[in-house]
Structure formats: C-alpha cells, structure tokens
C-alpha cells in the first residue's frame, strides 16, 4: 500500500458521488451509509481508514474509565486514521466532546465518523476536527454508556465497516471502500472526476448534456 498521507490527498481532492459511482459499477453497492450521518459543518471531510469501536448502554456508575482515557482507546488511535464509533442504537448519550476531540488529534486521527452523539460542539468546530455525527446531546457517558471493544467490524448507518477500510465523506454523504480495493476505487474515481471536469468545462461553452454524456459515456 502507498503512503497514507497521500492517498489522502488524493482522496481530499474527490468527492463522494464520483466514488459512489465506482462502487456501484464494481458491485459493491451497499457502501453509502445512511442520509442521517451528517457533517457538523459544510465544509468538513473525512479520509482514512477506519479505526473501529464499538459501545453499548451502560448504567453503571463505576465503570473503568480507562477504557475511555489514558491507556485506553484514544492510545490505540493510528496516525491518519479515522475513528469509526458504533454505539449499538444508543439514543441519548453524547459519546463525542471536547476531550475525546483533542485527545484524537494529539494521536493523529483525522477526523470522526459516529453513529451516536456529540457534545462540546462549539470546542469541535473551534479546533475544525472533522465530525460526522447522527445527533447532539449535553449527557455523559456516566452511567450511560461504555465501550466494549476496538478493532473489530462495526454497523456504521447500516453499512457493516471493517478495521482498515477506507472512510470517505463530504457533505453529499459517507461511502465505505472495502480495504481490499482501496487504490483501484481511487485510481478509477480520479478517472471520473477528470472526465466530469471536462463535460463541465464543455457545458459552459454551449454543448449538449445529453450529447457529452454519450460521449464520454457516463450514461
């Protein structure tokens, strides 16, 4: 595998409709995660692979809270990577805030896809870390959540995400490229993103949409 760095930069470069494209033309064509995944803000994108966790309700009010801090889960966070945070259905808690944000920077993570809810939002959107998040909530995980494991297969917005697979989100949505094909996905959304600038260059000159479809066939 190339450097992570610039695949990334690669992908940054894209956008989730071109690689949508490109996983339904492969066959892959449940890798969209729900419409209710959404970016804090417009502008944010997510790109890397995924490093997975997974929680579940929890109403103990001791639970160890080095599973959340310290030598725990934030420690495990890989440079570049992209926490994928399934928090089984959970309808309240807010499992994402102003810690957790810092903590995964000073790590390296690039930016958080969680199928739960945030907190601290003014602190996330201060430092610009990439969040893409189902709802807000001001309750703490005490005595309402812990989690369970890392590094194992998630349900993120009903799409099943493996560690290692490859997370790619702007404000269209959230597509899963399946680790095993990540630079073949890349190589042909460049291929249709290139081919899309070209129709637009062509369209504000005064050519037929129908006529460039046919043309480059993206029909």
């Known amino acids: 595998m190339e450097n992570w760095k610039e695949i990334r930069e690669r992908f940054l470069k894209l956008y989730v409709p071109a690689v949508a494209d490109v996983l339904d033309e492969m066959g892959y064509e449940f890798q969209t995660c729900s419409p209710y995944l959404r970016p804090l803000q417009p502008g944010m994108k997510l790109a890397g692979p995924a490093f997975t966790i997974k929680g579940q309700r929890d109403g103990s009010k001791t639970f160890d809270m080095s599973r959340r801090i310290g030598p725990g889960i934030l420690?495990?966070?890989?440079?570049?990577?992209?926490?994928?945070?399934?928090t089984s259905g959970d309808p309240e808690t807010g499992h994402w805030g102003e810690l957790w944000s810092g903590g995964a920077m000073a790590r390296g993570c690039v930016g958080c896809l969680l199928d739960g809810g945030i907190r601290d939002t003014a602190y996330i959107i201060r430092e610009g870390f990439p969040m893409f998040y189902k709802y807000i909530?001001?309750?703490?995980?005490?005595?309402?959540?812990?989690?369970?494991?890392?590094?194992?297969?998630?349900?993120?917005?009903?799409?099943?995400?493996?560690?290692?697979?490859?997370?790619?989100?702007?404000?269209?949505?959230?597509?899963?490229?399946?680790?095993?094909?990540?630079?073949?996905?890349?190589?042909?959304?460049?291929?249709?993103?290139?081919?899309?600038?070209?129709?637009?260059?062509?369209?504000?000159?005064?050519?037929?949409?129908?006529?460039?479809y046919i043309k480059y066939g993206r029909f």
Not at 75 to 86: I, T
Request: hydrophobic fraction near 40%; include cysteine.
């Open 75 to 86: 420690d495990h966070l890989e440079e570049g990577c992209v926490a994928v945070y399934d």
């Open 137 to 212: 909530s001001p309750n703490d995980a005490m005595g309402r959540f812990s989690i369970t494991e890392w590094q194992t297969n998630v349900t993120i917005g009903n799409v099943i995400v493996h560690p290692g697979d490859y997370i790619f989100a702007d404000y269209d949505g959230v597509v899963v490229v399946p680790k095993d094909i990540i630079m073949e996905v890349l190589e042909k959304a460049e291929g249709i993103v290139e081919t899309e600038n070209k129709i637009r260059a062509e369209v504000k000159e005064g050519a037929s949409l129908g006529g460039l």
